[in-house]
């Protein structure tokens, strides 16, 4: 029998589904989190967020803002892009239809940074917005954003926002897959060469799988925000609200 995957010895890692927008979640797990890690006995602590920061919740700005800061103190912090941070850094540089951002909750964060949203069919009310927003955004937002990395990896786990290209080497993936895929990595049967901790597709609780554990329970919309923990082959899961039991 192989071995179970593990993360490193001496390491406990914590990692944070889709966020969107509700920073009243966040704050309550991460307390969470942290009453968790004084009970272990790890001496590293990693954090990882999975990305989809911002959008269709109320206070993506405020969710930028923890996050851009020292969060958990303590804490290795590793905050991951979604395809949401792709969407807003899109707009920012004109490389994004307004259209297509504000279909998929971007108005959210919009009114979040005091920034009217523009009419997406009037190109001079896109670049209002789109000058507004830039101005708005603080240089610690900007930056935080721009830092945002596709994929980290921790023994036997590779976090990803969305998923991988499942035929695809590991050293090999393409950022717009980590951010976006669903199928045919979701009912992938095969192994991955990692066990592969992903948001992105929303689920009513955990979805664990042999290769891959999903952990976006649609927070902004079912109030539940959910994180997984690993230490050694052992694995828990801590949520707001509820608890969160595995599919």
């Known amino acids: 029998m192989a071995p179970a995957p593990c993360v490193p010895d001496g390491t406990v890692v914590y990692a944070v589904g889709d966020v969107h927008g509700r920073d009243d979640l966040l704050a309550e797990l991460h307390d969470r989190i942290r009453a968790d890690a004084a009970r272990r006995a790890a001496g590293r602590r990693v954090l990882v ?10 206070a993506s700005r405020h969710v930028v803002e923890r996050l851009a800061g020292e969060s958990l103190p303590g ?3 590793v905050s991951l892009k979604g395809n949401h941070e792709a969407f807003l850094l899109g707009f920012l540089r ?6 297509g951002w504000l279909a998929n909750g971007g108005a959210a964060t919009l009114f979040s ?3 009217a949203p523009p009419d997406p ?9 789109r000058a507004a927003l830039a101005a708005a955004l603080p240089a610690r937002h900007r930056s935080f954003l ?3 990395r596709p994929a980290h990896q921790e023994g ?3 976090f990803v926002h969305a998923g991988i290209r499942p035929w695809a080497p590991l050293d ?3 950022e717009a897959d980590l951010l976006w895929i669903r199928e045919p990595f979701l009912e992938w049967p095969r192994p991955f060469g990692a066990i592969v901790v992903h948001g992105h597709t929303i689920v009513r609780g955990p979805d664990v799988r042999h290769n891959r554990i999903g952990i976006d329970t649609g927070a902004y919309t079912s109030g539940v925000l959910t994180a997984v923990v690993l230490e050694g082959p052992e694995r828990a899961f801590l949520a707001t609200g509820t608890p969160a039991s595995a599919e």
Do not use: K, M, N
Not at 49 to 58: A, E, F, K, S, T
Not at 94 to 99: D, K
């Open 146 to 148: 721009a830092r945002l």
């Open 156 to 158: 036997d786990y590779l």
């Open 121 to 129: 069919w009037d190109e001079e009310d896109v670049d209002r917005a």
């Open 75 to 77: 804490f290795e912090t």
């Open 113 to 115: 940074y005091g920034v």
């Open 49 to 58: 967020h999975l990305g989809d920061y911002v959008d269709r919740g109320p």
């Open 94 to 99: 004109g490389a994004e239809t307004a259209g």
């Open 172 to 174: 090999r993936q393409v």
